[in-house]
């Protein structure tokens, strides 16, 4: 199977990471207000988690996709040259 292109992955990774961020809003949000006795409405604090989270969440997707884009490309690069190195090291005594 042919791995994604590096811009295609960074760009799956920060949607994905702000999908989690709304999502972990839209449940938390509401549970804080039970836990504090706020008087928004369930509905009203999971739409302002949402908003709240996926801002939050998406202000560190893009680093986050950058740094294991590298990552991803240098344990691919490290495999290939390892690949093409089928000798093992003499040992010398």
């Known amino acids: ?12 990774l920060i949607v ?14 509401p549970l804080w207000g039970v836990v ?6 369930s509905g009203e604090l999971a739409v302002f988690g949402i908003r709240t989270l996926s801002f939050y969440f998406l202000m560190w997707a893009p680093g986050i996709a950058i740094v294991l884009c590298v990552k991803r ?18 040992e010398t005594s």
Do not use: D
């Not at 990471?17 to 449940?27: F, H, S």
């Not at 490309?73 to 003499?90: F, H, L, Q």
């Open 73 to 90: 490309a240098y344990e691919a690069r490290v495999a290939k040259e390892e690949g093409g190195n089928s000798c093992p090291p003499s």
């Open 1 to 12: 199977m042919k791995r994604l292109h590096w811009s295609l992955y960074a760009l799956l």
């Open 16 to 29: 994905g990471i702000t999908a989690l961020g709304a999502v972990l809003g839209a449940v938390l949000f």
């Open 36 to 41: 504090f006795s706020l008087q928004k409405s």
